[in-house]
């Protein structure tokens, strides 16, 4: 463990039962007396001064519950958002287990979490270098038992003002961003995340009212290339590397019957999708050129060469590319990178390895045929060639 957090393991331990009995009711709670060891001091000490002098622990408790019951977002942050109370609805046992979460695990982020600690006033520091462990479900609905469940697990709300396939409507992501060098942190946090997925992904195949699927990402902060943003020229619109004809629509099976058909394995998914970060109108004070003609032009080759527009809830664009190959997911990444830190854009592109991919079985007549997914591509011939060609160099 890092000197940083070494420092202060005693005092954590100390403060630990104190948080636990007199908030949370379990002394005997191993993950949160854990995790407190994680904070930062300046963080650590926040927490102990808002906890423990606690006189009346119920009392403390549900004060702390209606003030996140009537906490709204500030205008700022997610502009496209138009649910702006995001505990208003959840029981008092969600928001509460919500709570817990976020002070056992600092690397955690989300709406939710991140509300909570605003509240609590204590904010994880961002490490230089991490790794990010993630997982999303995409869901037709999802009912408030469900979605209490979800959350209860760790996932919080994700949505999205666009986003393929559009009838997925709800939302919800797991993530952890894990400082570089807590390996044994990581693997915790890794295995943490495939055994909610298989929780998460059991509730949804007992779901009659929803269809979905789950995707979980692992990867490294030097996988997101961050640019200062500048509007692309006519120039740079022109000279864009890739064309309708680089990739290729895999159109994954759904059914057995597909799968023969096509000769791909029926249980086939993505191994890593890129993400292209552009800002929208929304965002015009800070970008006036985001909805230029040359920048709506790079939004069209984006998705001419493959992949789908997504709206994000802050107000972004982001255009994803789905690789069956991990390899052709890299070569693509490196030629934009050369591509967006030349010409601009873009404010931010990642590449993302799926090593997990789940999709519910739905019983369709008389086949069981799984969730549809986003398109999943491929390089053409010539592109391939292209991309062995350097890497012979």
Request: proline share 6%; net charge negative; glycine share 4%.
């Amino acid at each position: 463990m890092p000197e940083q957090y070494e420092t202060e393991n005693r005092e954590a331990k100390e403060a630990s039962p104190e948080i636990i009995a007199r908030f949370f009711g379990s002394i005997e709670d191993d993950e949160l007396k854990k995790g407190l060891t994680y904070w930062s001091p300046g963080n650590l000490s926040k927490i102990k001064e808002r906890f423990a002098q606690i006189e009346n622990t119920e009392e403390e408790i549900q004060q702390l519950i209606q003030m996140l019951k009537n906490y709204k977002l500030p205008e700022t942050r997610l502009p496209l958002c138009n649910d702006r109370e995001p505990f208003k609805d959840l029981s008092n046992a969600t928001i509460r287990e919500s709570i817990r979460v976020a002070l056992a695990y600092p690397e955690k982020e989300g709406r939710l979490t991140d509300s909570i600690r605003e509240v609590l006033n204590i904010q994880p520091e961002i490490p230089e270098n991490y790794l990010v462990v993630e997982a999303h479900l995409d869901t037709t609905r999802m009912d408030i038992p469900l979605r209490e469940e979800a959350i209860k697990l760790g996932f919080e709300t994700d949505n999205f003002e666009k986003i393929e396939p559009p009838h997925y409507r709800d939302h919800y992501t797991m993530r952890f961003n894990i400082p570089v060098g807590l390996k044994e942190r990581y693997e915790e946090l890794k295995e943490l995340m495939k055994n909610r997925v298989r929780d998460l992904s059991y509730l949804i195949q007992e779901n009659p009212e929803t269809e979905g699927y789950i995707e979980a990402e692992v990867y490294g902060s030097k996988y997101i290339a961050d640019y200062e943003y500048k509007p692309i020229s006519r120039k740079g619109v022109e000279d864009f590397p890739f064309d309708s004809k680089t990739l290729i629509n895999m159109g994954l099976p759904s059914t057995d019957q597909e799968a023969r058909v096509k000769n791909i394995d029926l249980h086939s998914h993505k191994a890593a999708d890129i993400h292209v970060k552009t800002p929208s109108g929304v965002l015009g004070e800070k970008y006036p050129e985001a909805e230029s003609k040359p920048m709506q032009i790079l939004r069209k080759k984006l998705m001419a060469m493959g992949f789908y527009e997504v709206i994000t809830e802050a107000g972004n664009k982001i255009y994803t590319g789905q690789f069956l190959d991990i390899e052709e997911a890299r070569y693509v990444f490196n030629v934009l990178d050369q591509y967006f830190q030349k010409y601009g854009g873009s404010t931010q592109m990642y590449i993302e390895p799926c090593p997990l991919f789940w999709r519910k079985k739905i019983r369709d007549k008389n086949e069981t045929k799984l969730a549809e997914i986003p398109p999943v591509v491929k390089l053409n011939t010539s592109e391939r060639q292209k991309m062995n060609h350097q890497k012979n160099k």
